[in-house]
């Protein structure tokens, strides 16, 4: 068993769908500061041969699989934003092995901190996990705009996902650390830089 305690400080980096965390996590990599992608992490478990996802095909039937034997993720996400105990089944089964999993990644980071990339950061119970929390923002007009351009996702998926997450005020009140992405990538790498000093300011000996 490895006990080695991590060597990396556990950031999480959270924002509502469409406020450009992947962009923000993106700019964080190139100043040279790991992330872990709770999403990358989720899709891991559930690959062809994990144990996961043949209790998700005993559960759910062949309907969730793909013809190659993957998991069908359009089906499933469907079914489960229409369907509470399902969903709640589903995250019983799969947020257990995905806790295990970033421990374990988090713990092999090298950087001064480690961003734990997360959209359920708070309502996951991830926020556990980490020491300071970074909150990507903007208002939720501006979610369902950008989340629609990026995706192919209809305005009511688009409003179904936002409703299974915390609303903006009470991720802000939460945040340690607040990224306006309300304007254009310059104005994103100049608050990412900002945070990412006051990070290394605050870790510095």
Known sequence: MNTAQ???IAIGLTGGIGSGKSAAATLFEQRGIETVDADVLAR????????ALKRIAEHFGPTVLNS?????????RQHIFTDDQERLWLEGLLHPLIRQLTVERLAQAQSPYVLLVSPLL?????AQL?????VVDVPEETQVQRAGQRDINTHDQIKAVMSKQWPR??????ADYVIDNTGDLQQLQ???ARVHALLMASISP
Do not use: A, Y
């Open 169 to 174: 005020h009470r991720r802000l009140e939460h």
């Open 44 to 51: 891991e478990v559930v690959m062809p041969g994990q144990p």
């Open 130 to 134: 980490v020491k300071q929390s970074i």
């Open 122 to 126: 708070f309502e996951s119970g991830q």
């Open 6 to 8: 991590p060597t990396s």
């Open 190 to 192: 100049l608050e990412v």
């Open 68 to 76: 190659d034997g993957s998991l069908n993720r359009t089906w499933l």
